[in-house]
């Protein structure tokens, strides 16, 4: 029987594991490695609203009630934003927790999540060329590959494409 995956707002613990997992380069992997970040503005904003504002947010995923990842979602624009605006989603799941489709089930969660409490009619996520995983559980969780974006995120020394993806409310979002 597969694993219940749900999600819900992240409290301070998951904090901790979030900056225990995904503070350095083994717990993101390859293609989520930034350099070191100060955490400050995560607390700070946890401490503010939660992870949970008109500007995007921050939802745990816990996998049968066992918190194993996050996910997000931020404004993102393909023109003026007032007329334009989308949300662009992200996924970071510990090491344990991927290869399981536990970031498919998550990510429609989510994007099921905003078709029914925001007004988006576009939810966009991309990923690196070469993570053929993400790519799969993109296309698996309904989202559709719109094409590859050159040299479009700087990381580890050097530019990398990323494939883009979408799902419109129209696909069945909602």
Request: aromatic share 10%; charged share 25%.
């Amino acid at each position: 029987m597969p694993a219940e995956i749900t999600l819900r707002p992240v409290t301070a613990d998951d904090l901790d594991l979030f900056e225990r997992e995904f503070g350095g380069p083994d717990g993101v992997g390859p293609y989520q490695w930034f350099g070191y970040r100060s955490t400050d503005g995560v607390r700070r904003r946890f401490a503010e609203n939660g992870l949970l504002g008109a500007d995007g947010g921050v939802l745990a995923v816990a996998e049968s009630g066992r918190t194993v990842g996050r996910v997000e979602w931020f404004p993102g624009s393909w023109g003026r934003p007032e007329t334009s605006a989308c949300w662009t989603l992200a996924i970071g799941l510990i090491p344990t927790a991927q290869g399981r489709g536990t970031g498919t089930r998550a990510q429609r969660l989510l994007a099921d999540y905003l078709f029914a409490h925001t007004r988006a009619e576009r939810l966009q996520a991309w990923t690196d060329c070469a993570n053929v995983a993400e790519q799969r559980a993109l296309e698996k969780a309904g989202f559709t590959r719109e094409g590859v974006l050159r040299s479009a995120q700087w990381r580890d020394g050097r530019w990398h494409d990323q494939v883009i993806y979408s799902l419109l409310r129209t696909d069945g979002g909602a």
